[in-house]
């Protein structure tokens, strides 16, 4: 089994994917952390605790986090995820509690362990990254137990909150900036699991309706729905984030190049872009007065849209 954490901000995709990583035999949640994104940070700590009942797994630790980014007020996603981030599918909340202690402190307690027992633990932030910025700034050495991180936000091209920018980083860029230079240098490899193949995994309508039988498969219906109601779509909705959740389980469904790897921090226009340098490094680039970035990550240029979403069934079924 696979020791794998979640940093969430649960909205319906985070949802697919916290069903896939609760069910699936080869992963072992050990915890869920929590950080205001595209809802407020109490929500997020519902919706999160909600849907790991709905999976069978209220042994799964879930702690709250950072409520907002670095520098900049939290912005939500009602018009993506509903106003209670789920949807608003009136699916009976759990009555649990989160646990006593922040998420940074659950992240730090998780992986200091894993270094003890040489468990390595694969990360993955599927949300502004907020509070993976301040664990390995405050906890360096917490980093000795992750095995890997791999991230959904970012892309290659196109934004989705802006022009320039994909939701997660645009949300807190310098959380982002942070996590990936302090990656670098503390050795942790990275994958961008970002727009350019977020939307390629796709559940149809008719494959989210014979999903029955079970509180996970139920909830995993009704998402797949709302989702494609909301992007108004007939055709059905991409998993989003729960690719990324894929991609671990699975890493051979996924393409990925090792690109150089900055995060715009200013500019009107592009605060929050991912810049991914695909330029040639080997030639004479030396009128580029930055010069090469120094984390250099693995960047999903490609997925089997066909195979993830067949395995995301499988396992919410």
Same mark, same amino acid.
């Given at each position: 089994?696979?020791?794998?954490?979640?940093?969430?901000?649960?909205?319906?995709?985070?949802?697919?994917?916290?069903? @896939?990583?609760?069910?699936?035999?080869?992963?072992?949640?050990?915890?869920?952390?929590?950080?205001?994104?595209?809802?407020?940070?109490? =929500?997020?700590?519902?919706?999160?605790?909600?849907?790991?009942?709905?999976?069978? *797994?209220?042994?799964?630790?879930?702690?709250?986090?950072?409520? +907002?980014?670095?520098? =900049?007020?939290?912005?939500?996603?009602?018009?993506?995820?509903?106003?209670?981030?789920?949807?608003?599918?009136?699916?009976?909340?759990?009555?649990?509690?989160?646990?006593?202690?922040?998420?940074?402190? +659950?992240?730090?307690?998780?992986?200091?362990?894993?270094?003890?027992?040489?468990?390595?633990?694969?990360?993955?932030?599927?949300?502004?990254?907020?509070?993976?910025?301040?664990?390995?700034?405050?906890?360096?050495?917490?980093?000795?137990? +992750?095995?890997?991180?791999?991230?959904?936000?970012?892309?290659?091209?196109?934004?989705?909150?802006?022009?320039?920018?994909?939701?997660?980083?645009?949300?807190?860029?310098?959380?982002?900036?942070?996590?990936?230079?302090?990656?670098?240098?503390?050795?942790?490899?990275?994958?961008?699991?970002?727009?350019?193949?977020?939307?390629?995994?796709?559940?149809?309508?008719?494959?989210?309706?014979?999903?029955?039988?079970?509180?996970?498969?139920?909830?995993?219906?009704?998402?797949?729905? *709302?989702?494609?109601? @909301?992007?108004?779509?007939?055709?059905?909705?991409?998993?989003?984030?729960?690719?990324?959740?894929?991609?671990?389980?699975?890493?051979?469904?996924?393409?990925?190049?090792?690109?150089?790897?900055?995060?715009?921090?200013?500019?009107?226009?592009?605060?929050?872009?991912?810049?991914?340098?695909?330029?040639?490094?080997?030639?004479?680039?030396?009128?580029?007065?930055?010069?090469?970035?120094?984390?250099?990550? =693995?960047?999903?240029?490609?997925?089997?849209?066909?195979?993830?979403?067949?395995?995301?069934?499988?396992?919410?079924?």
């Amino acid at each position: 089994m696979k020791p794998v954490i979640l940093d969430v901000d649960t909205g319906l995709d985070d949802a697919c994917a916290l069903l @896939l990583a609760a069910r699936h035999p080869e992963l072992d949640l050990k915890a869920v952390t929590c950080v205001g994104g595209n809802v407020g940070i109490d =929500q997020v700590v519902v919706n999160t605790l909600t849907v790991l009942d709905a999976a069978g *797994r209220p042994d799964v630790p879930v702690a709250r986090g950072a409520s +907002l980014p670095f520098l =900049q007020p939290v912005r939500t996603a009602p018009h993506v995820h509903g106003a209670d981030g789920l949807g608003d599918l009136d699916w009976p909340k759990s009555i649990r509690t989160a646990d006593a202690r922040h998420a940074v402190e +659950l992240l730090r307690d998780v992986l200091l362990e894993a270094a003890r027992t040489g468990e390595l633990v694969t990360l993955i932030p599927l949300a502004p990254m907020t509070n993976i910025a301040l664990l390995l700034r405050t906890y360096p050495e917490a980093a000795a137990g +992750l095995r890997e991180i791999v991230f959904m936000g970012g892309a290659a091209g196109i934004g989705n909150a802006t022009a320039s920018a994909e939701f997660n980083i645009w949300t807190d860029p310098e959380a982002a900036a942070i996590t990936l230079t302090a990656a670098s240098e503390l050795g942790v490899r990275v994958t961008m699991y970002g727009l350019d193949v977020f939307y390629d995994v796709v559940i149809s309508l008719a494959e989210a309706k014979a999903l029955s039988g079970s509180p996970s498969a139920d909830l995993a219906r009704r998402l797949i729905e *709302r989702r494609s109601e @909301l992007y108004r779509s007939d055709d059905g909705a991409s998993i989003g984030d729960g690719g990324a959740v894929c991609a671990v389980i699975d890493p051979s469904g996924l393409t990925t190049l090792p690109f150089p790897l900055r995060v715009e921090l200013s500019g009107s226009w592009s605060r929050g872009r991912t810049i991914v340098d695909t330029r040639d490094w080997a030639g004479d680039l030396t009128t580029d007065p930055h010069g090469v970035a120094p984390p250099v990550v =693995q960047v999903a240029t490609a997925v089997d849209g066909r195979r993830y979403a067949d395995l995301w069934l499988a396992t919410v079924r």
